[in-house]
């Protein structure tokens, strides 16, 4: 697993103001917090994670956080956004422990579909119900992503929860809630069939629009 580091310092300054100052320098507020340590209040250059933001191991890889020359690792919990400026405005980072399980969301990564029988036949519509799932496993275990090998997609098919493999050392949990909690990830179905799906509830009110005429009579 590839390591990627984020270099940080403390900062012992906070509100809004502080935190308005320090995008003003181009430096992003964040936070630290969980495990045996006290929260920690922490600022980052924008630029650097800005760059991170584009890569999918910043959100989902174990990241080594760099505070003033001290390492600790961490996964990213949260990141806040500008509502329409290019700015990052906030991270929180989680402490992880080597040895305690980690629940996280990663990204499913969709392989040879246009390969599959389902790809091949026209007119067939091939959905992805889901692009992430969330897993538990020990941080040395986590992946950056889950490959859903579709090379066997027949027409008509369903690929749940249950069928992902899954790399050594990884759960779902939702699937020891129940076989209510086995969803779909992957429906494979003519475009026709999608259609009539779609149609059929503005079909079911016509009787019943009909039946409203008969008794305003």
């Not at 590839?2 to 964040?30: C, D, F, M, W, Y």
């Not at 329409?84 to 980072?93: E, W």
């Not at 091939?126 to 090379?151: F, Q």
Request: glycine share 6%; proline share 5%; charged share 25%.
């Amino acid at each position: 697993m590839s390591e990627h580091t984020i270099k940080a310092t403390s900062r012992n300054v906070e509100g809004k103001g502080a935190s308005r100052r320090l995008r003003h320098a181009a430096q992003l507020p964040a936070i630290v917090y969980g495990g045996n340590a006290a929260p920690q209040s922490i600022q980052i250059e924008h630029e650097q994670i800005w760059l991170a933001s584009h890569h999918e191991w910043f959100y989902s890889s174990i990241l080594n956080l760099d505070v003033d020359g001290k390492v600790e690792q961490v996964l990213l919990r949260d990141m806040q956004r500008h509502p329409y400026k290019q700015l990052i405005m906030h991270l929180d980072f989680q402490r992880v422990d080597a040895n305690q399980a980690l629940r996280t969301k990663v990204q499913l990564h969709f392989v040879n579909q246009e390969k599959s029988p389902a790809g091949k036949t026209g007119g067939v519509v091939i959905m992805h119900e889901l692009t992430e799932v969330e897993i538990s496993c020990l941080p040395k275990n986590l992946p950056e992503a889950i490959e859903v090998d579709l090379a066997d997609l027949a027409v008509g098919a369903v690929v749940h929860l249950s069928d992902l493999k899954l790399p050594a050392g990884v759960e779902i949990p939702a699937l020891k809630l129940g076989k209510e909690h086995d969803v779909a990830v992957v429906v494979a179905k003519h475009g026709k069939e999608e259609a009539e799906a779609t149609d059929a509830p503005a079909s079911a009110e016509v009787p019943a629009t009909k039946a409203a005429k008969k008794d305003d009579k």
